[in-house]
């Protein structure tokens, strides 16, 4: 599957983004996603995933309360709505997908990603 990241941008401290992830070449619904963030010289760590559903999704607790995961199977796009940023938000945002169904918080456990989009928040 080919993953498409999108949404990124500047944004100062307390306003919102929505990022989204467009999928194509397989059946979208048959994996988890999910988001992935990587600041310059930290690690990727995990932000938020959600089942082949969307029934259950689960978050970072650094961003819970202000970031929202969904998904829309029939447009095959997984989504991160972002709101109240803050300057430790800024990253290069991933998104990737799990061919197990149930969400992964494991980035090694994502088989495909896409390219990545930047988000800076200013303070």
């Known amino acids: 599957v080919q993953l498409q990241a999108s949404g990124g941008g500047l944004v100062q401290a307390g306003g919102s983004l929505r990022l989204s992830c467009a999928a194509s070449?397989?059946?979208?619904?048959?994996?988890?996603m999910g988001w992935f963030r990587q600041a310059p010289g930290k690690e990727r760590e995990f932000v938020a995933a959600?089942?082949?559903?969307?029934?259950?999704?689960s978050c970072a607790d650094s961003v819970k309360g202000r970031f929202t995961i969904s998904r829309d199977n029939a447009e095959n796009t997984v989504y991160l709505q972002m709101l109240s940023l803050k300057p430790e938000d800024t990253a290069v945002y991933y998104c990737?997908?799990?061919?197990?169904?149930?969400?992964?918080?494991?980035?090694?456990?994502?088989?495909?990603w896409g390219q990545g989009t930047q988000v800076t928040v200013s303070s």
């Open positions: 959600i089942n082949w559903t969307g029934g259950f999704t």
């Open positions: 990737a997908a799990t061919m197990r169904a149930s969400i992964r918080r494991n980035p090694l456990e994502y088989n495909y």
């Open positions: 070449g397989r059946t979208f619904s048959n994996y988890a």
